[in-house]
């Protein structure tokens, strides 16, 4: 079956550039959400997307931004990168009013240096 | 005090031994709740969902949730190497087209010893 699909998987920046994460839902969910997992962390809750309108945000900084596009698929932007911003990022999709299974995507590793 | 409480651990289970996981939430109005299993540097795996009090079980886990007491727990049984890794707990919130986030618990690091 497909998955959430993710790209890029690794991606190493310099501080005060900038970086976008691409994610593709399990097809027919309309739903999108990013978290971003620093180290020994849990995952936080960034954004999310309802058909293609955002849903809800969390604690997403003003330097980041994301959009969901007419395919589904969605981007999260982020400018002006932070030592602070290495994480693991995932993306999650799920089909809303489904018992919303949110499925996770393998990730994007992002390394600020 | 986080939303979602859990033991970090390490919690180490002879192999063939059952785990016990627990999990306790601060919000009455949660409605969903998740297990979720974590390889390290890997994405979280959907192990047991859970939406009324009681049992749940499906093979080797059973999930256990009192919304009275605000908690949930995993059992795993026949704990096999395999199972070692993070375990984390979600909960989400009643929502309208129920699409919440989820709020994840810090994790249990559980390692299985043969």
């Known amino acids: 079956a497909a998955g959430v699909i993710q790209s890029p998987r690794h991606l190493i920046k310099e501080k005060r550039e900038t970086a976008t994460l691409k994610c593709y839902p399990i097809p027919r969910h309309d739903t999108v959400y990013w978290y971003q997992q620093g180290p020994g962390q849990d995952p936080q809750f960034l954004i999310s997307?309802?058909?293609?309108?955002?849903?809800d945000k969390g604690s997403i900084p003003d330097r980041f931004s994301a959009q969901q596009f007419s395919d589904y698929h969605s981007e999260l932007n982020m400018s002006s990168l932070e030592l602070g911003d290495s994480a693991l990022y995932f993306c999650?999709?799920?089909?809303?009013?489904?018992?919303?299974?949110?499925?996770f995507g393998a990730g994007t590793r992002l390394s600020v240096l | 005090q986080k939303e979602v409480e859990q033991n970090s651990g390490p919690l180490s289970v002879p192999e063939g031994a059952i785990a016990s996981l627990n999990c306790t939430y601060s919000d009455r109005g949660s409605q969903s709740f998740f297990w979720y299993r974590q390889y390290s540097g890997k994405s979280p795996e959907l192990i047991m969902s859970?939406?009324?009090?009681g049992d749940k079980e499906d093979g080797r886990f059973t999930a256990q949730l009192n919304k009275a007491s605000q908690y949930v727990s995993l059992l795993i049984r026949d704990s096999q190497p395999s199972d070692s890794a993070t375990y984390l707990c979600?909960?989400?919130?009643?929502?309208?087209?129920?699409?919440?986030?989820?709020?994840f618990g810090t994790g249990t690091r559980l390692t299985i010893i043969p």
């Open positions: 859970i939406y009324s009090n």
């Open positions: 997307f309802y058909e293609k309108m955002q849903s």
């Open positions: 979600a909960v989400q919130l009643l929502g309208v087209f129920g699409n919440e986030k989820l709020t």
């Open positions: 999650a999709s799920s089909l809303a009013l489904a018992k919303n299974i949110q499925y």
